[in-house]
C-alpha cells in the first residue's frame, strides 16, 4: 500500500478492551490502549515520500499484524460513476495504444485499492469487506480505473515518487449518495431531496424542480458516501478527482442546480475527510453520448468551478462515441496537469480558456477569458494527438442573443487574448454563448498552450431547461 507523504498518517482499529496496541512504521513507534468499546487509533508523524518497501507492523499482546511492502507518496481519491470506473481493459478494446501501455505497466510504484462496498443508510465506522492494495503490473492494470491510472501515471513520472489511487466509483450514479448528509442544508432542493429520501419517497425526488431519478436506494442521498468514503474518513490522501454528472442529467432527470451539488460534495468531503483545502479536480461531461440536459449541466459544472483549490477539466473536444468515450488518457492527463501546477509547484499549463466577462460595444461583444495568457487560437484534436492550429478555419459553435429573437448563429474571431463576435442580424446583443449544444462536434476554441476552452454562456440567467417529468 502507500502512505501519505508529510501528513499526520492516522493508524486505527480495534482491539479488546483494554489492551495496548503499538504501531511501528519506518523509525516511528506509537503505543496507546483501547477505550471502552475496543477502538484504538495513533497518528504517525509526517514523513517524506520513499520509494522504499518497509513493513507496518501492529501489535496488541500475543498478536502482530503485518502489512508489507508499504511505501510512501501520494495518495488520491478518484470517484464518479461509469467514466470514472471505466475500466484500462475497456479503453484497449478500443484504443491500440493502451494494449502497448498495459504491456508496459510494470509500475510498482502505482498501487490501486478498490472499494466496492453497498450502500448504507448511516455512516460505517468500518468496511464490511476487507479492501486490497494492488502493485501495478501487466498482470493488474486491465482492471484499473482508466481515468486514474492515466492520472496517476502521468504524476508518478513526473514526481518519481510512489502513488496510491482510492477508487470508489459507482456506474449509473447521479452525485446525490456521493454527498454527505451534513451537506444537504447547503440548498433548497438538497435540504428537500434529503427530506424525501429518508421517507423513502423515490417518486417525490424525481418529480422534485432540481431533483434526480431516483432508481432505488443506491440513489438515495449520502448512501455511497456512507459505505465508500465516511469508513476512510481519518485515511490522510492529497486530493481527490471526481468524474460525474450523467445520471444527473439523463433522460428525464433535471439538471438544474447542480452546480450547488458540486459545491455540496466538495465541502461535505473536505469536512469529512477534515481537510478545508481538499484540492478535488473534476471532469466537465464530454461531447458524445450526450442528451438533451447535457449543455445545460456543462454549463452548471463550469459555474461550480470557481471554489477555492478546485479545477475542472475540459472534455467536449475528445474523440469518441456513445455515453463512454474510451479516450481517458487525455483525460487523466489534463486531471494531472491540475495538480502538477496546483499541488506540486511545476511549472505547466493547466486549464483551458475559461469566460471571464463580456463587453459589448455597439453590435459587437468582445470577450475575454482566463487561462489566456498566452492568446488564443483556432485548433483541431484527432484522436490522441495533440491540437494543431488551424488558422485558416473558422471559430465554431457561438451563438448571440438579444434577449428576445433567440440565439443566433454568430462570426467570432479572435484578437489576442480575446474573441471578438458578431452577427450583422443582430444589433442589440446582450449575451453570447459557446458549444451549447447536446453533442458538439469540432470544438475549436484553444489556449496556445494546448487546452480547450470550456463551453458557457456569458449570461447563465438567459438558460432555462424544461425537463419531462413523470405525470
Not at 479488546?16 to 483501547?34: I, L, Y
Not at 472534455?315 to 462515441?321: F, L
Not at 506540486?344 to 453590435?363: L, N, W, Y
Amino acid at each position: 500500500m502507500v502512505l501519505q507523504c508529510e501528513k499526520p498518517v492516522s493508524v486505527w482499529g480495534w482491539a479488546n478492551e483494554g489492551d495496548e496496541v503499538s504501531v511501528t512504521f519506518a523509525d516511528q513507534k506509537v503505543t496507546t490502549s483501547t477505550v471502552k468499546d475496543g477502538a484504538w487509533s495513533v497518528t504517525l508523524k509526517p514523513m517524506q515520500s520513499s520509494m522504499e518497501s518497509r513493513p507496518l507492523r501492529i501489535a496488541s499482546g500475543d498478536q502482530t499484524i503485518v502489512i508489507h511492502d508499504v511505501m510512501v507518496g501520494e495518495i488520491w481519491h478518484a470517484s464518479g460513476q461509469s467514466n470514472m470506473a471505466m475500466t484500462v481493459r475497456s479503453m484497449s478494446q478500443h484504443l491500440d495504444v493502451v494494449k502497448t501501455d498495459i504491456a508496459a505497466a510494470e509500475l510498482p510504484m502505482l498501487r490501486f485499492c478498490r472499494i466496492n462496498e453497498a450502500e448504507s443508510p448511516e455512516p460505517r465506522s468500518d468496511l464490511r469487506k476487507q479492501a486490497a492494495w494492488t502493485v501495478c503490473s501487466p498482470e493488474t492494470v486491465s482492471g484499473f480505473s482508466g481515468v486514474a491510472f492515466y492520472f496517476a501515471k502521468r504524476l508518478q513520472s513526473e514526481l518519481g515518487i510512489p502513488i496510491g489511487i482510492i477508487d470508489s466509483s459507482r456506474g449509473g450514479t447521479p452525485i446525490e449518495p456521493f454527498i454527505p448528509r451534513a451537506a444537504f442544508g447547503t440548498h433548497p432542493t438538497l435540504k428537500q431531496e434529503l427530506e424525501l429520501g429518508d421517507r423513502g419517497d423515490l417518486e417525490g425526488i424525481w418529480k422534485l424542480p432540481g431533483g434526480v431519478r431516483a432508481r432505488d436506494a443506491n440513489w438515495l442521498p449520502g448512501r455511497l458516501f456512507h459505505a465508500r468514503i465516511a469508513p476512510l474518513r481519518r485515511f490522510a490522501v492529497r486530493g481527490a478527482i471526481w468524474y460525474q454528472g450523467e445520471s444527473n442529467c439523463g433522460v428525464q432527470e433535471d439538471p438544474r442546480h447542480y452546480q450547488y451539488k458540486m459545491r455540496a460534495l466538495v465541502q461535505g468531503w473536505r469536512h469529512a475527510l477534515q481537510n478545508d483545502a481538499l484540492p478535488v479536480y473534476f471532469v466537465q461531461l464530454p461531447g458524445s453520448g450526450a442528451g438533451e440536459g447535457w449543455p445545460y449541466l456543462r454549463e452548471q459544472q463550469r459555474l461550480a468551478n470557481d471554489m477555492p483549490n478546485t479545477g475542472m477539466v475540459v472534455t467536449v473536444d475528445i474523440d469518441g462515441e456513445g455515453i463512454h468515450p474510451p479516450n481517458k488518457i487525455d483525460v487523466g492527463h489534463r486531471l494531472a496537469l491540475w495538480a502538477l501546477a496546483k499541488d506540486f509547484g511545476k511549472s505547466v499549463a493547466f486549464s483551458g480558456p475559461m469566460f471571464d466577462r463580456q463587453v459589448i460595444e455597439g453590435t459587437n461583444v468582445i470577450l475575454r477569458f482566463r487561462h489566456a495568457d498566452h492568446g488564443l487560437m483556432v485548433a483541431d484534436k484527432h484522436g490522441l494527438s495533440v491540437p494543431h492550429e488551424t488558422p485558416e478555419e473558422e471559430l465554431g459553435h457561438f451563438e448571440l442573443t438579444d434577449g428576445v429573437n433567440g440565439w443566433q448563429p454568430a462570426t467570432a474571431k479572435i484578437q489576442g487574448n480575446r474573441v471578438v463576435v458578431s452577427n450583422p442580424d443582430v444589433l442589440s446583443p446582450i449575451a453570447v454563448r459557446y458549444a451549447y449544444s447536446v453533442t458538439p462536434e469540432n470544438c475549436n476554441l484553444y489556449s496556445r498552450d494546448g487546452l480547450p476552452a470550456s463551453p458557457f454562456c456569458s449570461r447563465p440567467d438567459l438558460l432555462s431547461y424544461d425537463p419531462k417529468l413523470p405525470e
